[in-house]
């Protein structure tokens, strides 16, 4: 079996594959973090670095972990890479990781993050465990801050509020006032709102696809080549 191109694991986990629009793995803390940008930007990352961290750690390990214990050995190794994203959130932004709360540490539990150990970094050597677990963590981040920016418009009226959780105190003045005395759309910043905004971004990447398909040349059968009458040949 052929290793898959670094092009393709990128395409995949960014676009064709993606965890939050296609797979649709993870949906407890996209549909519940995914308030604002700042929110998401900031759980993506924390998913991205564990993923990246448990598919490397995963990859170097395989030859190694028998069988019969992959599974509980995936998981342990998950829980410790996670485990070293929390204490860094909680040791560098701690306010953020207040917000984001129980969701950091139930990225263990994330299906994506065990799918992509047991799926693809248990088969696939360390720099393309490498990729995609960047690739994959990448593709769940714009998902999330998408999905959180289109909320935070509807229900707030603003873009990058609360930016100096991630960004510190430079970043208190950073926030986009898009609307000048809006009163904001309530169901956007309610479960519902999370469900009507996930449908529409699954919808515009469909839509999308299918543009793309549709431009693209259609290929000609062997067939019916082969029986087209030549015009230019000279009647009989």
């Known amino acids: 079996m052929s290793s898959p191109r670094y092009l393709d694991i990128i395409r995949d986990g960014l676009w064709t594959q993606n965890t939050g629009l296609v797979r649709l793995l993870g949906l407890c803390p996209l549909l519940a973090v995914s308030n604002n940008v700042v929110n998401g930007v900031g759980l993506g990352l924390a998913t991205t670095l564990s993923l990246v ?7 170097l390990i395989r030859n190694w972990v028998p069988t019969e214990i992959r599974l509980p050995v995936f998981v342990l190794v998950i829980a410790s890479s996670v485990t070293a994203v929390e204490l860094v959130m909680k040791a560098f932004y701690y306010d953020l990781y207040l917000v984001l709360g129980i969701f950091i540490p139930l990225i263990v539990t994330n299906c994506a993050v065990i799918g992509r150990a047991e799926a693809f970094a248990a088969k696939n050597t360390v720099g393309r465990s490498l990729v995609d677990g960047l690739s994959t963590g990448l593709g769940f981040t714009w998902v ?5 920016g289109l909320r ?3 229900a707030q009226g603003t873009l990058f509020g609360q930016a100096e959780m991630m960004f510190g105190t430079l970043a208190q003045g950073v926030t986009v006032h898009l609307f000048d005395h809006y009163g904001g759309f309530l169901i956007a910043a309610l479960p519902p709102g999370a469900f009507i905004g996930l449908a529409l971004l699954i919808a515009l990447k469909n839509w999308l696809d299918q543009r793309l398909k549709s431009r693209k040349p259609q290929a000609v059968p062997v067939s019916f080549l082969e029986h087209t009458p030549n015009e230019s040949a000279p009647a009989s």
């Open 53 to 59: 961290l448990s598919n490397v750690l995963v990859s």
């Open 144 to 148: 999330l801050s998408s999905l959180g």
């Open 152 to 154: 935070e418009i509807l």
